[in-house]
């Protein structure tokens, strides 16, 4: 801005002292003035119009993506759900059927005790054929 001043000063003088050049710098003064001028009014429009966000519409495009997605989302949580659901479900099955085998191994056990003749307050492990050391390919009750 200082340099504009400055030019503008110095054409004002170019009219003063020197007739021939007067119309000349009018017009230099008149084009620099102007220019000032239309720069000062569209920075005043641009600061004047600030843009309001309060309220911004949506295009019909923008709402139906906003609207699929939301669906997607939802059948996921939908579907999440039912996969925990059958998770559990299954997982309880599981673990019954487990209690339930355990329980005839166990049962199984002590039939066996009473079949040869174990003594049932002493804990055995049993010995599979690929594990017997003393007779290879016997199962065997090793006393604890």
Excluded: W
């Excluded at 001028?37 to 005043?44: A, D, G, M």
């Excluded at 843009?51 to 609207?67: A, H, P, R, T």
């Excluded at 997982?91 to 040869?116: F, G, P, V």
């Amino acid at each position: 801005m200082a340099a504009l001043d400055k030019l503008i000063n110095l054409l004002e003088q170019v009219k003063e002292t020197n007739p021939d050049f007067t119309a000349k710098a009018e017009k230099a003064l008149d084009v620099l003035v102007n220019d000032d001028t239309e720069e000062q009014v569209v920075e005043e429009e641009a600061q004047e119009e600030p843009f309001d966000d309060s309220y911004i519409e949506i295009g019909s495009d923008d709402l139906q993506k906003v609207v699929e997605l939301q669906k997607a989302t939802t059948a996921l949580v939908t579907s999440l759900g039912l996969l925990t659901q059958n998770y559990e479900v299954d997982k309880e099955e599981c673990l019954d059927n487990m209690e339930k085998t355990q329980k005839s191994l166990q049962a199984l056990m002590e039939d066996m005790k009473d079949r040869y003749s174990l003594d049932k307050a002493a804990n055995y492990s049993l010995v599979f054929p690929h594990e017997n050391e003393n007779n290879p390919g016997v199962a065997a009750f090793v006393k604890q």
